[in-house]
Nanobody, 127 residues
Framework: EVQLVESGGGLVQAGGSLRLSCAASGFTFDDYAIGWFRQAPGKEREGVSCISNSDGNTYCAESVKGRFSISSDNAKNTVYLQMNSLKPEDTAVYYC????????????????????WGQGTQVTVSS
C-alpha cells in the first residue's frame, strides 16, 4: 500500500523557519518524483516545489524561490521541504504527492501530474 505521511507543520512567526517531512512507503522511492503543494482556504492547490529522485532535478515556484528548498534522503524514503523567512501568505495546508511518470517543464506544478497524495500538514505563519 502506498503511503505518504507529512509532518513538521505548525505555528510560526513571520520570518521563522519550519522543515516539513514527507515519509514515503509502498513504492520504489528512487523512481518517483515527489512534489510539495499547498492550499490556502478558498484558493486552488498550488505547486511549491518538486524533486525528481531518478535524476535529482528540482523545481521551485517563483513565490518561494530563495526561501524554500527541497531535498531527498533516499535511504530514509523521505523528502524534506525547508522553509525559511516564512510569510503570513505561506499559511496553508501543505501536501506531498508522488508520481512514477516523471515531470517535465511546468508539469511538476500541476496536481493532475501526481498519482498519490498525503493527508497534509497545516502551516500557519503569524504576522
Amino acid at each position: 500500500e502506498v503511503q505518504l505521511v507529512e509532518s513538521g507543520g505548525g505555528l510560526v512567526q513571520a520570518g521563522g523557519s519550519l522543515r516539513l517531512s514527507c515519509a514515503a512507503s509502498g513504492f520504489t522511492f528512487d523512481d518517483y518524483a515527489i512534489g510539495w503543494f499547498r492550499q490556502a482556504p478558498g484558493k486552488e492547490r498550488e505547486g511549491v516545489s518538486c524533486i525528481s529522485n531518478s535524476d535529482g532535478n528540482t523545481y521551485c515556484a517563483e513565490s518561494v524561490k530563495g526561501r524554500f528548498s527541497i531535498s531527498s534522503d533516499n535511504a530514509k524514503n523521505t523528502v524534506y521541504l525547508q522553509m525559511n523567512s516564512l510569510k503570513p501568505e505561506d499559511t496553508a495546508v501543505y501536501y506531498c504527492a508522488a508520481t512514477p511518470f516523471g515531470v517535465r517543464g511546468s508539469s511538476w506544478s500541476r496536481p493532475v501530474s501526481y498519482y498519490y497524495w498525503g493527508q497534509g500538514t497545516q502551516v500557519t505563519v503569524s504576522s
